[in-house]
Nanobody, 131 residues
Framework: QVQLVQSGGGSVQSGGSLRLSCAAS???????MGWFRQTPGNEREGVAF???????SYADSVKGRFTVSQANDKNTLYLQMNSLKPEDTAMYYC??????????????????????????WGQGTQVTVSS
């Protein structure tokens, strides 16, 4: 069993920065951990992910602006969000799963960006970016 507790988030003006944290407890070895976001009436969207070998993957919309990382003990997941835009406004959720979901290609392993397969979720935190 994995418990995820989120912190961070809030309101910021366009161009600003925020950092989200997600503290994991229980069984903390997870093949994949990552961040999703969701706006009212829309599906949950994958944002940034980190595989157990520390390889990362990002949605195209956040590449170059967001950075996902883990603490050395793998118990805390972070999302550093820079150059925020109003379209980044959403409820952000961290997610983890001991068994993936992941895939591999010639570059190595990577976590899937679909909510399916992630069985453990944080409580969500609101990020609001004003123009």
């Amino acid at each position: 069993q994995v418990q995820l507790v989120q912190s961070g988030g809030g309101s910021v003006q366009s161009g600003g920065s925020l950092r989200l944290s997600c503290a994991a407890s229980g069984y903390t070895y997870n093949y994949c951990m990552g961040w999703f976001r969701q706006t009212p009436g829309n599906e949950r969207e994958g944002v940034a992910f980190i595989y157990s070998d520390d390889s990362t993957s990002y949605a195209d919309s956040v590449k170059g602006r967001f950075t996902v990382s883990q603490a050395n003990d793998k118990n805390t997941l972070y999302l550093q969000m820079n150059s925020l835009k109003p379209e980044d406004t959403a409820m952000y959720y961290c997610a983890a799963d001991p068994e993936g979901p992941y895939n591999s290609d010639s570059d190595g392993y990577y976590c899937l960006h679909t909510p399916l397969g992630y069985n453990y979720w944080g409580q969500g935190t609101q990020v609001t970016v004003s123009s």
